[in-house]
């Protein structure tokens, strides 16, 4: 996939699907010259292999940024646009700047650095993160993350079970959802939690 190129970014996003919390995304440009062993797709590791690969990453990556995009902006843009968002935002902060991105297929379009269009010459893959150990990459440092986050959130919110379901439509978060209803960090325009809001004017007034 590098065909000459020096600076290969490889972007990916976590927690698209979740019903909570912030979508994570991450970029990360490897260095050649240093290999790190084990690194695939986020989904097929363990949570202590992807700990243990986040750290090596992070250490000998030649430049790596992870962003959020919490709920509230998921909500006003669609997911869809806030994961595009986030990995603009993300490949924006590295430095160097890469020569080419690779994505999770995801087709980027709109402004990045400083409000510039992005014109970086770029390839969405179809299971890019099981094609690309760039994106790979960009996988386990999203994950790693979001789900340290969603640690967090179960703090402040244990009735969701966050720490084990990491905020995803679960039995059990699904069931706490309708016993207790959403909480803030909840993304509204998603079902069902849209379901369990409660109505702007619950009650009618006669006369």
Same mark, same amino acid.
């Given at each position: 996939?590098?065909?000459?190129?020096?600076?290969?970014?490889?972007?990916?996003?976590?927690?698209?699907? !979740?019903? $909570?919390?912030?979508?994570?995304?991450?970029?990360? $440009? *490897?260095?050649?010259?240093?290999?790190?062993?084990? $690194?695939?797709?986020?989904?097929?590791?363990?949570?202590?292999?992807? %700990?243990? =690969?986040?750290?090596?990453?992070? *250490?000998?990556? #030649?430049?790596?940024?992870?962003?959020?995009?919490?709920?509230?902006? $998921?909500?006003? =843009?669609?997911?869809?646009?806030?994961?595009?968002?986030?990995?603009?935002?993300? #490949?924006? !902060? %590295?430095?160097?700047?890469?020569?080419?991105?690779?994505?999770?297929?995801?087709? #980027? &379009?709109?402004?990045?650095?400083?409000?510039?269009?992005?014109?970086?010459?770029?390839?969405?893959?179809?299971?890019?993160?099981?094609?690309?150990?760039?994106?790979?990459?960009?996988?386990?440092?999203?994950?790693?993350?979001?789900?340290?986050?969603?640690?967090?959130? &179960?703090? =402040?919110?244990?009735?969701?079970? *966050?720490?084990?379901?990491?905020?995803?439509?679960? !039995?059990?978060? %699904?069931?706490?959802?309708?016993?207790?209803?959403?909480?803030?960090?909840?993304?509204?325009?998603?079902?069902?939690?849209?379901?369990? =809001?409660?109505? *702007?004017?619950?009650?009618?007034?006669?006369?």
């Amino acid at each position: 996939m590098r065909q000459g190129r020096e600076r290969v970014a490889g972007c990916d996003e976590a927690g698209r699907g !979740a019903l $909570i919390g912030p979508l994570y995304a991450a970029a990360v $440009i *490897l260095d050649p010259r240093h290999h790190i062993p084990g $690194i695939d797709d986020s989904k097929k590791l363990s949570p202590d292999a992807r %700990l243990g =690969l986040d750290e090596e990453i992070r *250490l000998h990556a #030649l430049a790596w940024q992870v962003v959020a995009v919490e709920a509230p902006e $998921i909500d006003e =843009l669609n997911v869809y646009e806030a994961s595009r968002q986030a990995m603009l935002r993300a #490949l924006g !902060a %590295l430095d160097p700047a890469p020569d080419f991105v690779l994505t999770d297929a995801m087709p #980027l &379009h709109g402004r990045w650095r400083d409000g510039e269009p992005f014109r970086i010459p770029h390839r969405a893959l179809i299971h890019g993160d099981a094609r690309s150990v760039s994106i790979a990459a960009a996988s386990i440092l999203a994950k790693v993350a979001r789900d340290a986050r969603m640690v967090e959130l &179960h703090q =402040l919110y244990p009735q969701y079970a *966050l720490a084990k379901n990491k905020g995803y439509g679960t !039995a059990d978060h %699904l069931a706490s959802l309708a016993r207790h209803g959403p909480c803030p960090e909840h993304r509204k325009t998603f079902q069902p939690v849209k379901d369990y =809001l409660l109505p *702007l004017f619950p009650f009618s007034h006669v006369g």
